[in-house]
């Protein structure tokens, strides 16, 4: 019998690429290019494995109705769009690809804080306008500087080896910290508050989890310096939204350069219409997300840090490798129920 195999989220090069690593008899592929909250669950429900991406929320009800389901494979580091205790309950296997950040996102990073330090989107704009007054577009060398890292993982140790490189101090704050590579590196862990009060850029590496959810808020935004940027490549929620934007309005700090919103959607499109297709609460993060996207001191990106050919790659092929891991019973790259 085949085993059948669901993607979601696809683009039309995970499609070929997919379609490669499973071909034959063997298989039996559904490949959607929509999350799977907007598939009927008809045209999968025979899904032996299922495989998305960020975009797709495999809860609990999801789950209970996939009776043959006994694999996902997430596309991605961060895995808190899966109901793992669910997929604990079911003995559904859940893997992911925890190494495809590592160079891409961090260089995205240092991409963020550049611009952020040199005024770019000001730059950009006064070119724009024909309008050039160097005044108001004179920025900070990140030379010097201290920066904050939370979260030590691969991404964050990446980020602080390259501001090492570019003559900053770092510093770091990890629930377990990694005290090899603090030796190797050279940065220092700091208790979290210490750490908001010093640091000139403090950039966000931490997985979302119920102790990170809502982690950077009014309070912890107010123990940062005035002259400070908030940069968030890794997850919306880590992020209380609302108190961000009053904290940029009433200049508590002095900007943000943010990849991950709340909610992880996109400003895209007439904003007024798609609210009135949202329930309230995502209409809500909608609205901030809209709101910050107009602020002078602030950069959006859609999500886009993790978007380069190589790490789109890795991507492929380490689901491909998952799920023949999984086939042959050699699995890789577990997750752990939260």
């Given at each position: 019998m085949?085993?059948?195999?669901?993607?979601?989220?696809?683009?039309?090069?995970?499609?070929?690429s997919?379609?490669?690593?499973?071909?034959?008899?063997?298989?039996?592929?559904h490949?959607?290019?929509?999350?799977?909250?907007?598939?009927?669950?008809y045209?999968?429900k025979?899904?032996?494995?299922?495989?998305?991406?960020?975009?797709?929320?495999?809860?609990?009800?999801?789950?209970?109705?996939?009776?043959?389901?006994?694999?996902?494979?997430?596309?991605?580091?961060?895995?808190?769009n899966?109901?793992t205790?669910?997929?604990?309950?079911?003995?559904?296997?859940?893997?992911?690809?925890?190494?495809?950040g590592?160079?891409?996102?961090?260089?995205?990073?240092i991409?963020?804080?550049?611009?952020m330090?040199?005024?770019?989107p000001a730059?950009?704009?006064?070119?724009?306008?024909?309008q050039?007054?160097y005044?108001?577009?004179?920025?900070?060398?990140?030379h010097?500087?201290?920066?904050?890292?939370?979260?030590?993982?691969?991404?964050?140790?990446?980020?602080?080896?390259?501001?090492?490189?570019?003559g900053?101090h770092?510093?770091?704050?990890?629930?377990?910290?990694n005290?090899?590579?603090?030796?190797?590196?050279g940065?220092?862990y700091?208790?979290?508050?210490?750490?908001?009060?010093?640091?000139?850029?403090?950039?966000?590496?931490?997985?979302?989890t119920?102790?990170?959810?809502?982690?950077?808020?009014?309070?912890?935004?107010?123990?940062m310096?005035?002259?400070?940027?908030?940069?968030?490549?890794?997850?919306?929620?880590?992020?209380?939204?609302?108190?961000?934007?009053?904290?940029?309005?009433?200049?508590?700090?002095?900007?943000?350069?943010?990849?991950?919103?709340?909610?992880e959607?996109?400003?895209?499109?007439?904003?007024e219409?798609?609210?009135?297709l949202?329930n309230?609460?995502?209409?809500?993060?909608l609205?901030?997300?809209?709101?910050?996207?107009?602020?002078?001191?602030?950069?959006i990106?859609?999500?886009?840090?993790?978007?380069?050919?190589?790490?789109?790659h890795?991507?492929?092929?380490?689901?491909?490798?998952n799920?023949?891991g999984?086939?042959?019973?050699?699995l890789?790259?577990?997750?752990?129920?939260?």
């Amino acid at each position: 019998m085949a085993t059948t195999i669901a993607f979601f989220d696809t683009t039309t090069s995970e499609r070929i690429s997919f379609e490669r690593y499973f071909t034959g008899p063997k298989y039996k592929l559904h490949i959607f290019d929509k999350p799977i909250a907007e598939v009927p669950l008809y045209e999968y429900k025979d899904a032996d494995i299922v495989s998305v991406f960020t975009a797709s929320n495999v809860d609990a009800p999801t789950i209970a109705s996939l009776p043959r389901l006994k694999f996902i494979a997430v596309r991605a580091t961060g895995t808190n769009n899966i109901d793992t205790k669910a997929c604990q309950k079911h003995r559904v296997a859940v893997s992911n690809v925890p190494a495809y950040g590592q160079v891409t996102v961090a260089e995205y990073t240092i991409m963020l804080m550049l611009m952020m330090a040199r005024k770019m989107p000001a730059v950009l704009n006064a070119v724009d306008e024909g309008q050039i007054i160097y005044r108001k577009l004179t920025g900070h060398t990140l030379h010097g500087k201290t920066i904050g890292i939370i979260g030590t993982g691969k991404i964050g140790i990446s980020v602080a080896i390259i501001c090492k490189a570019l003559g900053m101090h770092v510093v770091a704050h990890d629930t377990m910290p990694n005290l090899p590579l603090q030796k190797k590196v050279g940065f220092s862990y700091l208790h979290l508050d210490d750490l908001l009060q010093g640091a000139d850029i403090v950039s966000l590496h931490a997985p979302l989890t119920a102790s990170t959810n809502y982690l950077i808020n009014k309070k912890t935004l107010g123990l940062m310096s005035q002259h400070a940027i908030l940069i968030n490549t890794a997850r919306g929620e880590l992020v209380n939204t609302l108190d961000l934007i009053e904290a940029l309005k009433n200049k508590v700090i002095a900007g943000a350069a943010l990849d991950v919103v709340e909610g992880e959607r996109g400003i895209d499109g007439d904003t007024e219409s798609e609210l009135l297709l949202l329930n309230k609460r995502s209409a809500f993060a909608l609205a901030e997300a809209d709101i910050l996207s107009k602020m002078k001191n602030v950069i959006i990106s859609p999500h886009n840090a993790f978007n380069s050919f190589e790490a789109l790659h890795i991507i492929r092929k380490t689901t491909a490798q998952n799920i023949h891991g999984f086939l042959n019973d050699k699995l890789q790259n577990l997750v752990k129920s939260a």
